[in-house]
């Protein structure tokens, strides 16, 4: 049977040996690498259907795979205004009122991505926003898309006129004499205003959502593990797929909330493996904590405002219960813990449920992973390890939202100490840990090169600033395996992804020059020239 890919004149980067492979071409069938050898061998499996590429000297290393992102929710986020940019309240308001001039009378302004930072030392909140959204309902997403900022306008619509008690940690931030602010802190919270705020329409999401996974794959995308499956982005990605439309491999792990009950978890339980081709349901997300920056993380002793205190489960040991749960029916478990105290929970409970089930490797194992994992000390750094659990990082969350000089907001929240042992990438990795990278996009961008790029010089994509904790950055060949082989590790298919070697995927990435000799400053603007999932092109560039 004729060959479905041949790539022809290519450097093979193997990422788990870090070398180049004695070979110029690789042929794919069905999906998988079927072949590896030379330019004359390889022609002669293609056949009337093959795909043929002469890459021209062009390096070929298995498809990097985003450990961290949010496709269809990212996409309907990112329908407003753009105020990633915004540092001060000045670009902010400007930003604002362009958008409130292109707006139709009585619509929503919908943004995203504020950074806290723009309001400097003072308080988030829509008071500095008044005159520019005076009689305008608008809800912004703070940049961690753990809160929101709602004007005026959209809180009365919403009926929000003070505090109020949830399941989960979250709140509706009040002044002293219980007005809100508008402030409105994690999901329970902003659910309120988002409830009466104008939703995309289904085709709409669809439209959008395509667009974003197109573009990630033209930045060498070719799989995500995706951590969310709200609303009806399960439907988007079967609907995307039958349109021949999704570019992506997608694992999804729909979130389990503090107020879920056992019958939800076993729902949860049900929902693995259901999925399509390139996209199936695998894992469960949970949060333990909020963020830093917003006061809402899990810390072993209070932030400098006497926040981040608490968890985000009102009754953690009810979190451990769950994890024993999902453990017990072979459920992969990835928990969103920035802080220290929230990180070690985590790792109590999955030592907790190993110990009255047991624990496997390799393949088929149930792998746990730790997202984000912001400040930790050295005790539990070296816990990862002997319970197998990944530690998922966002590098670029440090690069572009804290400073060296610790002027930032989540800095100033933290204190020098803890500010000091910020994302410890080195440290995780060389106590043994498997170190997943990944965007968390819409928080971040999501080109890969610019999230492995950040993990080796651990400075802002516009190089501005010197690196924050430039000890804990990663070398090129570990940034690269962050995003290969640790990505298919933690999904427990390390025997048959994340490599180039024969039976194993044929998800490629393919770009102009050797990932791992590119200066670490200049890496995120590599060219790609060439991506394919499954054997099939899902992005090529016009030099080919």
């Known amino acids: 049977m004729p060959a479905d890919l041949v790539l022809l004149s290519a450097r093979l980067l193997d990422p788990g040996t870090g070398g180049f492979l004695p070979h110029t071409a690789l042929a794919a069938e069905r999906g998988r690498i079927s072949f590896l050898g030379d330019d004359r061998h390889a022609r002669a499996l293609a056949g009337p259907g093959t795909t043929v590429v002469d890459l021209r000297g062009a390096v070929v290393t298995a498809g990097f795979t985003d450990g961290h992102l949010h496709p269809v929710s990212g996409a309907e986020r990112t329908m407003g205004v753009d105020l990633s940019a915004c540092r001060d309240l000045d670009a902010l308001r400007t930003a604002l009122a362009a958008a409130v001039r292109a707006l139709r009378p009585g619509a929503w302004l919908r943004g995203w991505g504020l950074d806290p930072n723009a309001f400097g030392p003072a308080p988030v909140g829509n008071a500095a926003l008044g005159p520019v959204l ?71 999401t669809r439209a959008r959502t395509a667009e974003v996974l197109a573009a990630m794959a033209a930045s060498g995308l070719t799989g995500g593990h995706a951590m969310d499956a ?76 006497g926040e981040s205190g608490h968890a985000y489960w009102p009754e953690p040991q009810r979190y451990t219960q769950v994890i024993s749960a999902l453990h017990r029916a072979g459920v992969p478990t990835a928990t969103h813990a920035i802080g220290d105290a929230a990180v070690r929970h985590v790792l109590d409970s999955v030592e907790k449920a190993q110990a009255e089930t047991g624990r496997a490797d390799g393949p088929g194992a149930v792998r746990h992973r730790v997202e984000h994992i912001e400040t930790v000390p050295d005790d539990t750094v070296r816990r990862f390890a002997p319970l197998g659990v ?106 048959h992804a994340g490599r180039l070697a024969v039976g194993h995927r044929a998800d490629l990435t393919v770009l102009a020059d050797d990932p791992l000799r590119v200066p670490d400053t200049e890496l995120a603007g590599l060219p790609v020239v060439l991506t394919v999932l499954a054997g099939r092109v899902t992005h090529r560039a016009a030099r080919l």
């Not at 009926?159 to 002044?175: K, L, M």
């Not at 939800?264 to 949060?287: P, S």
């Not at 333990?288 to 917003?294: K, R, S």
């Not at 043994?432 to 400075?459: C, E, F, K, N, T």
Request: glycine content about 10%; proline content about 8%.
């Open 390 to 495: 990944a530690a998922s990082m966002q590098p670029t969350h440090c690069c572009e939202f804290t400073r060296a000089d610790h002027t930032d907001n989540w800095s100033r929240r933290l204190g020098e100490e803890r500010a000091g042992r910020a994302f410890r990438c080195r440290d995780l990795w060389d106590a043994g840990a498997r170190v997943v990278l990944g965007s968390d996009w819409p928080i971040a961008p999501y080109p890969p090169l610019q999230v492995m790029a950040g993990a080796r010089h651990r400075r802002p994509a516009d190089l501005s600033l010197p690196p924050h904790g430039p000890g804990q950055a990663l070398t090129p060949l570990r940034a690269l395996r962050g995003m290969t082989v640790n990505a298919a590790w933690a999904a427990g298919e390390e025997d």
């Open 134 to 204: 005076d009689g305008v309902p608008a809800l912004i997403d703070l940049f961690d898309a753990h809160s929101a900022l709602a004007s005026e306008q959209a809180l009365e619509l919403a009926g929000v006129d003070g505090p109020r008690t949830f399941e989960q940690g979250s709140e509706i931030v009040c002044d002293a004499d219980g007005r809100p602010t508008g402030l409105l802190l994690e999901d329970a919270a902003c659910a309120l205003v988002e409830a009466v705020a104008p939703r995309p329409t289904e085709a709409g």
């Open 230 to 305: 709200n609303g009806d982005s399960l439907a988007v990605y079967a609907a995307l797929e039958a349109e021949d439309a999704l570019p992506l491999r997608l694992r999804i792990a729909p979130w389990c909330r503090p107020e879920a009950d056992d019958a939800e978890v076993a729902d949860l339980v049900r929902l693995q493996g259901t999925g399509g081709a390139q996209w199936r349901v695998a894992g469960v997300k949970l949060f333990m904590d909020g963020t830093i920056d917003n006061g809402t993380a899990w810390l072993e002793a209070p932030d400098c405002h």
